[in-house]
């Protein structure tokens, strides 16, 4: 090391050591000052419980924080990340923003998502993190730092109607927890009774790759290496989990419908079972009341090796370049996923608690969760819950549409999915950050 | 007894069909499958409005049923649609936003129109193309700067941002313009001798002769801008402050559709454009006749 890389060197390191503080400096305790913030949300955005709830929350925020306005923005969850780029370009920043999952990762590298170490003090955040679910938290990390606090999130449940599972001589009280077993009801269920055995959410112009996901990982595949270079999705675990859909499918016992199609198949009570988020729950309990016995089952597992699912759903991020705003956009964040929120939210609009330790307290959600059986497999995914991955770079969702193409491509058209697989892999990869 | 007289015979006796009869005869039939297909075909066509309104009046778990009456039929979707969304305010809304847009289109359109019509002027064909090439952006293309435009002028989440771009479209000043060709000058030299001047010609004596054309752009520009749905998503920040298609799209969420509410909302919404083509249905069959189906 020559005299002058020492010097850069030493220069730098000081730098950082000192940016660091100096940036949770910069970031006051307390909003002594008037100031309004935007909330860039999806539930508002809708009409019915998520927006009523939502509303509900930032008035009581609001009546707890004085100082602090905020102006709610609704935009749907597909448009969302294009409306927070146009008001960026606007000179608009967002100060908190309701961002999917899969935007999780271009929200930091390309929309300045602030990690909440770089300026909440350490003490402060233990303290909010106290009592929060640890894979819960996990999955707004990147590159070991908070972007992201999950907000609305839920796991792949099992949905399935005992009076078809009666009707085609399968005991109800005992769902199927393998993929073999799931098969094996189906075609049970497609033989006996007029109904389609299986139905998921997986794949279709709206089902964005979490549940595929989930299916991949728990035959012990993946979708990216771990230093998040290199797609794997066409490695043997992959592709065999593929095959297996594919075998689902070409046998009879899965039908391929499209997601709304689904969803709607199974309110209608005609299907038997209906793998997609928990967050649908109220939808098919609305088209079951008084129709069917609609019940819920843990995601379904390759054998022996445990399930490995994977979240769906949004984190709140923050985005505010303004210390003042960005410490009334945290104040706003520690609400959002506080017990009494997380009560809400999960009550209200169908989602899960990040807190755990509020679901059995019969002053938040303990006398509702046992009105309601169908969250049960739901909270206990939440204890072997991963994050569902988001893609790196500006072309991540290039990415992804290619990776659900080359997998649909395999499982209902007939191409072989070892080959399919590897070739949309092989495309993919040109587009990641080199 | 000739052949043919044996052959007439018979048909004399029988209460013979003259052929005025028959012509008649043949004439009804042919009515009458005329009238079947087009029974068939109205049928057909107002099957999905007759759905729309049955749909939204079952309750949430009879959503999914092929009967053609529902056993509960009840009000309950309206109430909620109401409550869930101000509908009353978004139809306003979208009531103040095609209008003006109608209006401001009908003057830009006539007026340039009317100087593509009237003058030669150099670069005339070069400008009149480049407004004809307008109509092939399509929207989506535009609709960034334009954001940026009004969020700079300070008008986001206002009906002046919605009505802002839409002030001038190609389609009016190209169909106007084309109508005007096709106005027989003499009419317009008659009334210069008369000392009228192009101000006075353009509303006292073009305008009047080309109502029934500006009455069939008014109604495509109208019904255009009430289905208008890609630039009010993107200005779109509060109900309050957006229109009806954007009301009616909320009730589709990522955790399932509320089709019973959104079939309520969709037929308040349809109400209005009903009226007007009840009341304006020979205009709007020859706007789209004239202008071709958009």
Redesign the interface.
Known sequence: MNRKTFLLGTLASLGVAFAAPALSQSTPRTVDQKVTISYYNYNLASAGNGADATKRLIAQFEAANPNIKVDGVGAAPNDLTARVQADIAANRVPDVVQMVFSDLDFSVTNLGAVALESFVPPDELAAHFDGISPNGRKLGVIDGKTYGLAYTFSTPVLFYNADIFKAAGLDPDKPPKTWAEVKAAALAITKKTKADGLLTGIFGPSAGDWLFQGVVRSNNGGVMSADRRKLVFAEPAAVEAVAMLRDLYDSGAYTNLDVTAAMETMAAGKAGMYLQTSAVQGFLVKGATGKFDLRASTMPRFGDKPQRPNNSGSALVILSRDPLKRRAAWELMKFMTSKEAYTVITRDIGYLPLRTDIVNDPQYLGDWVKKHPLLQPNLEQLAILEPWESFPGPNYRQIQKMMMDGAEQAVFGGGDPAKAMKQAQDSAQALMPK | MTIDSAVSAPLRSMPAASPRARAKGKGRATTAIAHLVMVILSIFCLFPVYWMVVSSLRP??E??DTSLWPTGASLDNYAY?LK??PIVRMLGNTLVVSTVVTIAQLITGLLAAYAFARWRFRGDKFVYTLVALTWLVPFQVVM?PD??LV??LGL?DSLSALILPHLAGALAILMLAQAMRSFPREVIEAARMDGARSWRILWEVIMPNLRGTIASLAILVFISTWNEYFWP??L????ENSVIQI?I???M??????WG?LMAASTMASLPILFIYIVLQRQVVQSFMKSGIR
């Open positions: 949430p778990n959503i999914y649609a869930a969304i960034i954001y940026l969020s700079n986001l998503l993107l779109s920040r509060s109900p009301g799209q909320m009730f969420t990522s955790e399932g559709t509320a509410p």
